[in-house]
């Protein structure tokens, strides 16, 4: 194991240019290139289910260009052997079944290594209707395919060494991307902006390790081939650059996952009209019966290149019955987990006044939260600019006045918030964001590795413990980029992807 671990830091060592990785550009310098395994024939869909002008359905693995001769027919070259294709080649001709045509298609071939997966690959471009597809499917299904599972085309591609655990949930992202920016920041990611950092950080952890387990091995001659000092230097180092991935969380959750907006407020302020004002639609019922909206309702909304995850809660009073203080007790929930906080006041009232000590309460228990103090229904009051003043003056908020219900004051409102959240758009030009929850915890436990590591570097004890913590720290940031494979990881990565990716 000491052997491998050495071999593994000196060969890699060797290979990686340190100076050249945090300029971005790495040249990876290997003597072979390895021959992927070719698994058994998968096929499935790789578009959208639906009619459509085109549909393509792919193949990849064994044995696919045998499959393929037995159901393709090439036009005007009856003689035509899929075998002796040329990789990335386009064949026109038609697609047969045991009763005869199923559809004019045309048939991409891509030879082993060339592919998205490693393997050899066939895709057909045929007409995009379901049951075309369907009968196509069903073709391949019948010669010797196995239907493919969720994300296993990008499975085959991690395990195959095209791309790190990293770059492949990179491809998921991109695919559900909702903004520009958070687009940008999976492009980022799958060019491997992230991989290289890690990869710096687990060289350096190899090494270390490396050594102090020869030591162990050593252990009777009582030699040091890890320098304590420079060992605590490189564990504050790590640390740093730790804590730096870690810190960058909080943004890449927000290019991710967009803008927690939670809309607050006591019954019948005007929450849901609020709310179907900025989509733009009629998604929440509206009454004006106080207690309507029972759970929170969660819906996305994109303004300039911000997306914001718009959450209507139920209004804040004492529950009268047991379902709406559930209600109220998911309110309070995602109140407290928002990003910008709406608190909407019906200023048409007389006891406007009466929520200033909420807001004042909520300003300081949710600080984490931007907030913005909605007075509502400034149609129905001939004061409102007088009223709005003095709730800016008491609260130290910002205010903005509205008419949910006729629409006044929400394109001022959609720049308020723009604004509370002002260069958001371009977090995606930081050089490496970290978006992923798994990404995250793996971080904060390597942390966590580390500094036990410190600790037991300072109070010098045994090289055994030390190299535990080491070894701890380097398969936490091995989870990350998949060199060290956990299957259960592997199953919520790409359990995510629709069936054809």
Known sequence: MVFLILVECIVNTLTLDTEKLNNKHVVMKT??????????????????????ALAVVRMSGKDVFDIAQRVFRKKKKPDFLFSQSKGFRAHFGTVHDREGLVDEVVALAFRSPNSY???DMVEFSCHGGPVVVSHILQVLLDEGCRLAEPGEFTRRAFLNGRIDLLQAEAIGEMIHARTESAFRTAVNQLQGSLSLRLDVMREQLLCSCALLELELDFSEEDVEFQSRSQLQKEVVVLQAELRSLIDSYQQGRLLKEGVSTVIAGRPNAGKSTLLNVLLDEERAIVSNIPGTTRDYIEEYFLYEK?????????GLREGHEEIEHEGIRRSYKKISEADLLLYLIDISTEEYLSEVPQILEFMERYSNASMIVVANKIDL????????????????????????????????????????????????????????????????????????????????????????????????????????????????????????K
């Open 31 to 52: 003597s072979f290139t390895p021959q992927p395994l070719q698994g058994e024939p998968i096929a499935a869909l790789a578009t959208p289910l639906g009619v459509g």
């Open 381 to 500: 009051t001939s004061d409102s600019v007088l009223k709005v003043q003095k709730l800016r003056e008491m609260t130290d908020c910002e205010v903005c006045g509205i008419s949910a219900a006729d629409g006044v004051g929400i394109n001022e409102l959609k720049l308020l918030m723009s604004r509370m959240v002002e260069g958001f758009d371009k977090l995606h030009e930081a050089s490496v964001l970290v978006t992923s929850l798994r990404h995250y915890e793996a971080l904060r436990n390597a942390l966590d590795a580390l500094e036990h590591a410190r600790g037991l570097i300072e109070s010098a004890s045994g090289t055994e413990l030390i190299a535990f913590e080491l070894r701890s720290a380097l398969e936490y940031v091995g989870e990350i980029t998949g060199k060290v494979i956990n299957e259960e990881i592997l199953n919520v990565v790409f359990d995510r992807f629709c069936i054809g």
């Open 306 to 314: 911000t997306m914001f995850r718009l959450i209507d809660t139920a």
């Open 117 to 119: 997966t490693m393997e």
